[in-house]
């Protein structure tokens, strides 16, 4: 079993930083790519961003520029650098990855959400 716990969510002023992080544990032998995505009251989920094994990243137009993302292998851990936040970028974020547990198989694997909440 391969479970993501999320840290770092909170209220902000707009303009101000937030770091969010992810850590995945449990039965892993390898993991693929990692993610941010976030959901805002009536809004569907969106990608934030994502990371592959090695480390090439892919950012919604609405984040480039402002956020960053970052992984450690080595700790099994994704991160959000989220900076000249906006009251737009209010949601819950929830961490993703594509987890091997073993060699011969592959799962995505949820995290159970953080909010941040930027106020104007």
């Known amino acids: 079993q391969v479970q993501l716990v999320e840290s770092g969510g909170g209220l902000v002023q707009a303009g101000g930083s937030l770091r969010l992080s992810c850590a995945a544990s449990?039965?892993?032998?390898?993991?693929?790519?990692m993610g941010w995505y976030r959901q805002a009251p009536g809004n569907e989920r969106e990608l934030v961003a994502t990371?592959?094994?090695?480390?090439?990243?892919k950012y919604a137009d609405s984040v480039k520029g402002r956020f960053t993302i970052s992984r450690d292998n080595a700790k099994n851990t994704v991160y959000l650098q989220m900076d000249s936040l906006k009251p737009e970028d209010t949601a819950v974020y929830y961490c993703s990855a594509e987890v091997r547990p073993t060699i011969f198989s592959s799962i995505i694997v949820w995290g159970q959400g953080t909010q941040v909440t930027v106020s104007s």
């Open positions: 449990g039965s892993i032998f390898s993991i693929n790519s």
């Open positions: 990371v592959t094994s090695g480390n090439s990243t």
